[in-house]
């Protein structure tokens, strides 16, 4: 019976510590070389947290936050005019779950 109560204690701890969010995104017609940023904003400045290769369409980012922010997805493009395109950036609220991302050329 002692063995049970501290598992039951102990079961909160161990689901808090496996929160992470999962951030999966695919654009169907997305020519590569491309690279898809995670931008936060802190201290008064967007910077960029994490960045991945677009490859086949398809990039993932993983990770874990302690509560809930906002971020954008900036999707960069070798062949891109200098300053981007505004198609290219979503802004959304990041948390531990698992999110996904879709279209064609674009994250908008």
Do not use: C, H
């Amino acid at each position: 019976m002692k063995k049970y109560i501290i598992l039951l204690l102990l079961l909160p701890l161990m689901a808090a510590a496996q929160k992470t969010y999962t951030v999966s995104g695919k654009l169907t017609a997305m020519k590569a070389p491309a690279k898809a940023y995670l931008v936060t904003y802190q201290n008064g400045a967007w910077n960029e947290t994490d960045s991945v290769e677009i490859k086949n369409g398809s990039f993932q980012f993983n990770g874990s936050v302690p509560e809930p922010q906002q971020v954008m997805l900036v999707v960069k493009r070798a062949d891109a005019p200098k300053g981007g395109n505004s198609r290219d950036i979503q802004s959304f609220f990041l948390e531990n779950s698992k999110i996904s991302v879709t279209g064609k050329d674009s994250v908008q």
